[in-house]
T-cell receptor
Framework: GESVGLHLPTLSVQEGDNSIINCAYSNSASDYFIWYKQESGKGPQFIIDIRSNMDKRQGQRVTVLLNKTVKHLSLQIAATQPGDSAVYFCAENGDTGRRALTFGSGTRLQVQP | DTGVSQNPRHKITKRGQNVTFRCDPISEHNRLYWYRQTLGQGPEFLTYFQNEAQLEKSRLLSDRFSAERPKGSFSTLEIQRTEQGDSAMYLC?????????????FGNGTRLTVT
């Protein structure tokens, strides 16, 4: 299959551990943030989103934290599984109310069995 | 499968030829987006439609690129006089318009190779 993200920052974790993937965004006018997972040969898959009026949102095994003061976004994955191995992208809308998304450069997550 | 569908999955063309890609969004979604992704990079926004109206275009969308969504359903992206630098994965996404933003749902892309 096609390889996504050949030279990306890599986070390597043991199966069962928690993973934290970080993202710094640049535009203080962004009011919508989202995390995607991308496996080789596939398009990005939606994980979780958060709006700027919140600082934390939880899903199934995932939590997104938003710190608007320092323009930082993180994705926490609990009890990481081999199937979580992929490239993870954060994205922001780049301007208040803008509908399109601007993506970051991604982080590769490798889960060791 | 009711996800976003893109065709073809792969396209190899010679420099200078024209190519056209098709995207069929999720049926109830009225917003449709085109992105381009090269190896090692995140997707880069090209353009988006709400229904048949093209509401935003990136500076990346040169005069050789044109996108249409004539009936507010499927969309096509055409690249004229292809160049080797056009080689990339072209991703389509759709979303359901509501007050505020909503997640984009991506297809698996069309991989373009220009020789």
């Amino acid at each position: 299959g096609e390889s996504v993200g050949l030279h990306l920052p890599t986070l390597s974790v043991q199966e069962g551990d928690n993973s934290i993937i970080n993202c710094a965004y640049s535009n203080s006018a962004s009011d919508y943030f989202i995390w995607y997972k991308q496996e080789s040969g596939k398009g990005p898959q939606f994980i979780i989103d958060i709006r700027s009026n919140m600082d934390k949102r939880q899903g199934q095994r995932v939590t997104v934290l938003l710190n608007k003061t320092v323009k930082h976004l993180s994705l926490q994955i609990a009890a990481t599984q081999p199937g979580d191995s992929a490239v993870y992208f954060c994205a922001e809308n780049g301007d208040t109310g803008r509908r399109a998304l601007t993506f970051g450069s991604g982080t590769r997550l490798q889960v060791q069995p | 499968d009711t996800g976003v569908s893109q065709n073809p999955r792969h396209k190899i063309t010679k420099r200078g030829q024209n190519v056209t890609f098709r995207c069929d969004p999720i049926s109830e979604h009225n917003r449709l987006y085109w992105y381009r992704q090269t190896l090692g990079q995140g997707p880069e926004f090209l353009t988006y439609f709400q229904n048949e109206a093209q509401l935003e275009k990136s500076r990346l969308l040169s005069d050789r690129f044109s996108a249409e969504r004539p009936k507010g359903s499927f969309s096509t992206l055409e690249i004229q006089r292809t160049e080797q630098g056009d080689s990339a994965m072209y991703l389509c996404a759709s979303s359901l318009a509501r007050q505020g933003n909503s997640p984009l749902h991506f297809g698996n892309g069309t991989r373009l190779t220009v020789t």
